[in-house]
T-cell receptor, first 114, second 114 residues
Framework: AQSVSQHNHHVILSEAASLELGCNYSYGGTVNLFWYVQYPGQHLQLLLKYFSGDPLVKGIKGFEAEFIKSKFSFNLRKPSVQWSDTAEYFCAVNAPEYGNKLVFGAGTILRVKS | DTGVSQDPRHKITKRGQNVTFRCDPISEHNRLYWYRQTLGQGPEFLTYFQNEAQLEKSRLLSDRFSAERPKGSFSTLEIQRTEQGDSAMYLC????????????FGPGTRLLVL
C-alpha cells in the first residue's frame, strides 16, 4: 500500500528562518505530488503541485518543493518564513495506477515566532 | 464564493443515531471525493464519484457508511448507527477529471459522537 511520511510533526521557527519540511512516499511508479496547507480556522488549500517536468516547482507565498525521484522525496522549502506561515502542512501523493485518490502524510504543524 | 461547500459545519450526535452530510462541489467539477481526518492525522480517502457513478470505495467505508451523488452535482454521506469512533472531520473535495487533476477541498464537517 502507498504511504507518505512527514518527518517532523511539530516545527518551531523564528521569523526569517529558513524552512524545509520533509516528505517521503513509498510508491515507485509514476506519481503526482502535492503540498496542501491549512491555516488556523481555514480549510485545506493547495500550496503547490508536481506532475512532470522541472522537478523544482514553485508555489504560492514563496514556497517551493523539489521532487527527487531517486529518494522518493518531495520536500517543501521556503527561504524566509513569516509569522503568517503558521499553519499545518500536508504532503499528498497520487499514484495514477492506483486510482485518483490522494494519500496524505500525517502533517507538520509549523509555528513561526514573531 | 464558488469553492466547495459543506453542510453542516459541525454536528454533535448521540451514539446510535444516523447523520447525513452534504457537499456541493465547484460547479464545473465532475469528480467528487470524501475523506475523513482524525486528530493528528492527514485526511484518509473514503470514496469518490465521477458524475453520479461511485467508482471507488475504501476499506474504511464500513457498511454503516453510504454516499450518493444522485444527479452528478451535490453529494451526501450518511453514517448509520454512529459510533464514538466515527468522530472526525469529514472532508469533501472536487476536481475536473483529467491527467493533471487537482483536488480542491471544502471546509469539512466536524462530527462528534457522544
Amino acid at each position: 500500500a502507498q504511504s507518505v511520511s512527514q518527518h517532523n510533526h511539530h516545527v518551531i521557527l523564528s521569523e526569517a528562518a529558513s524552512l524545509e519540511l520533509g516528505c517521503n512516499y513509498s510508491y515507485g511508479g509514476t506519481v503526482n505530488l502535492f503540498w496542501y496547507v491549512q491555516y488556523p480556522g481555514q480549510h485545506l488549500q493547495l500550496l503547490l503541485k508536481y506532475f512532470s517536468g522541472d522537478p523544482l516547482v514553485k508555489g504560492i507565498k514563496g514556497f517551493e518543493a523539489e521532487f527527487i525521484k531517486s529518494k522518493f522525496s518531495f520536500n517543501l522549502r521556503k527561504p524566509s518564513v513569516q509569522w503568517s506561515d503558521t499553519a499545518e502542512y500536508f504532503c499528498a501523493v497520487n499514484a495514477p495506477e492506483y486510482g485518483n485518490k490522494l494519500v496524505f502524510g500525517a502533517g507538520t504543524i509549523l509555528r513561526v515566532k514573531s | 464564493d464558488t469553492g466547495v461547500s459543506q453542510d453542516p459545519r459541525h454536528k454533535i450526535t448521540k451514539r446510535g443515531q444516523n447523520v447525513t452530510f452534504r457537499c456541493d462541489p465547484i460547479s464545473e467539477h465532475n469528480r467528487l471525493y470524501w475523506y475523513r481526518q482524525t486528530l493528528g492525522q492527514g485526511p484518509e480517502f473514503l470514496t469518490y464519484f465521477q458524475n453520479e457513478a461511485q467508482l471507488e470505495k475504501s476499506r474504511l467505508l464500513s457498511d454503516r457508511f453510504s454516499a450518493e451523488r444522485p444527479k452528478g452535482s451535490f453529494s451526501t454521506l450518511e453514517i448509520q448507527r454512529t459510533e464514538q469512533g466515527d468522530s472526525a472531520m469529514y472532508l469533501c473535495a472536487s476536481s475536473l477529471a483529467g491527467g493533471r487533476e487537482t483536488q480542491y477541498f471544502g471546509p469539512g464537517t466536524r462530527l462528534l459522537v457522544l
